[in-house]
């Protein structure tokens, strides 16, 4: 438990939300998790990092569930901001066979980051939802395809004109809970437009969830995001490493 304490407070903590995909009927009625953090360093290293998250889902128990997340992210190294995102996606899944393991989903999401260049990135899109796995030993494993249309405003349009386009929409989700406890999730997106597969966007995320006191964990998560034709200035590639604390409700 020391070596953990310790662990969590060297680490500059992020603002996440869990990626886990959830299936209709796991948790009914309202639930969701919370995390926020402040990471400040002074002296020969001047630093702030602040963050916040909120996840919150309604799960009708049989036929649908609606999820919504937020996460805000802002930071400041030697008295320059280096950071500022926020992010908010709601998503309302429906159960199409008994089973359950195929769902028709609805999403809304908007971004905004200032170091990308981006005043506002917002989308809709719908699709279906395949549950193709669902073991004990292996997990669950879900495959999902639509289409989303987004518009994005760029923070200065001269250099990168606003564009509206229209994608795919297809992820790849794997979730496997150990010892009733803990949780290892992967999330794959892949987003190429419809009219040019050259130009794509993709997103990779690896979670692993571990209890430490009542409703409080510990998340360590990896994440590799890929641009293809990102804004003028902007890098094609990001990757993070995050430790955070989530309180679950």
């Not at 195929?102 to 908007?110: A, G, H, N, R």
């Not at 509206?164 to 437009?193: D, E, H």
């Not at 979670?207 to 360590?220: M, Q, R, W």
């Amino acid at each position: 438990m020391r070596l953990l304490l310790l662990l969590i407070l060297s680490t500059s903590l992020f603002a996440l939300v869990t990626i886990a995909p959830v299936d209709i009927g796991s948790k009914p009625g309202l639930s969701g998790n919370i995390s926020g953090s402040l990471s400040s360093k002074s002296g020969n290293t001047e630093k702030e990092d602040y963050s916040l998250g909120l996840r919150m889902q309604y799960d009708q128990g049989s036929d649908y569930l609606t999820w919504g997340t937020f996460t805000y992210d802002y930071g400041k190294s030697k008295g320059t901001k280096n950071e500022d995102k926020i992010y908010a996606h709601v998503r309302y899944i429906h159960a199409i066979d008994d089973r359950k393991e195929w769902t028709s989903e609805i999403f809304l999401q908007t971004e905004q980051d200032k170091f990308k260049a981006i005043n506002e990135r917002s989308l809709a899109g719908a699709g279906g939802r395949w549950r193709f796995l669902n073991s004990d030993d292996w997990g669950k494993g879900y495959i999902g395809a639509g289409a989303l249309f987004e518009k994005i405003d760029y923070t200065h349009p001269q250099t990168n004109p606003n564009e509206n386009n229209t994608r795919l929409n297809s992820y790849l989700a794997w979730t496997q809970t150990f010892a009733n406890v803990s949780k290892l999730s992967y999330l794959g997106y892949f987003q190429p437009k419809f009219s040019d597969s050259s130009d794509y966007v993709s997103l990779q995320t690896l979670e692993l969830i571990v209890p430490i006191y009542g409703k409080l964990n510990l998340s360590l998560t990896a994440k590799y995001g890929y641009d293809s034709c990102p804004p003028i200035n902007v890098k094609k590639s990001d990757s993070s490493y995050i430790t955070s604390l989530l309180w679950a409700f």
